[in-house]
């Protein structure tokens, strides 16, 4: 088994913005069933069984009041430190064949990067259907109406456009470090991350409406050999 909880430190308090705990615990415990009746021959295997999970305050999944009214400069006292566990299966010890992760520090090969596109396409698809469909679809705890709030909250934009600013920044510094194409790090220093974050937070209508992993990088990626094709093919 892994057991999941939170952070101690600096990182726990850090925490109180994007709530992972929560999200996780909203996932495993309504979403991904929820998917799995809806859609079984995508969802399968597309997440570890769990055995148990509790955050402290699902009843209020949307915020409380003051939550609810906070702005962006006391947005982070305004939260509780989170408090709970997840108790789930051992990929690594699966049978027949055990999940393993790709070398974070490298490029994932060809069929790694279908397996991933392919992931990333019905995880949003999925979303999509339900979201295009009535109220009524939804079961359990979460309403239509829950989801579309706590997936659709955002944090203040203060907020991502210094994070934003510091990534970029810290990838100009690797390029040159690396002696990479001059056009190209002198195109990231120029980056207009006031821009990219206002179009961000800009209203936009269109007629597919999804949710994104919040997290998308390669050491959040398990893989599996297929025994019945080459060992160069995972899902």
């Not at 399968?44 to 702005?71: D, T």
């Not at 982070?76 to 974070?104: H, N, Q, S, W």
């Not at 974050?197 to 050491?219: C, E, F, K, P, Q």
Request: overall charge positive.
């Amino acid at each position: 088994m892994v057991v999941k909880s939170v952070p101690h430190g600096f990182m726990r308090h850090m925490q109180k913005m994007a709530q992972p705990l929560l999200k996780e615990v909203v996932w495993y415990s309504y979403i991904l069933p929820m998917f799995a009746k809806q859609f079984p021959a995508v969802f399968k295997i597309f997440s570890p069984e769990c055995y148990h999970a509790y955050v402290e305050g699902m009843e209020r999944v949307n915020g409380g009041l003051w939550q609810r009214l906070c702005c962006a400069l006391c947005y982070v006292p305004c939260r509780g430190l989170e408090k709970g566990i997840i108790v789930m299966e051992d990929l690594t010890l699966a049978k027949p064949k055990p999940f393993y992760m790709l070398d974070k520090t490298k490029v994932p090969g060809l069929e790694h990067t279908k397996l991933i596109m392919e992931a990333i396409g019905n995880y949003h698809g999925a979303w999509w259907q339900l979201l295009k469909k009535p109220e009524g679809s939804f079961d359990g705890f979460l309403s239509k109406a829950d989801v579309l709030k706590f997936y659709g909250s955002t944090h203040p934009k203060l907020f991502i456009k210094s994070f934003l600013l510091k990534q970029i920044k810290l990838i100009a510094r690797l390029l040159e470090s690396r002696k990479a194409d001059p056009k190209l790090i002198a195109r990231l220093k120029k980056y207009n991350v006031t821009r990219a974050v206002n179009s961000m937070y800009t209203s936009r209508t269109s007629r597919i409406a999804s949710v994104t992993h919040g997290d998308l990088w390669i050491n959040n990626m398990m893989f599996r050999d297929d025994a019945e094709v080459s060992s160069n093919t995972s899902n």
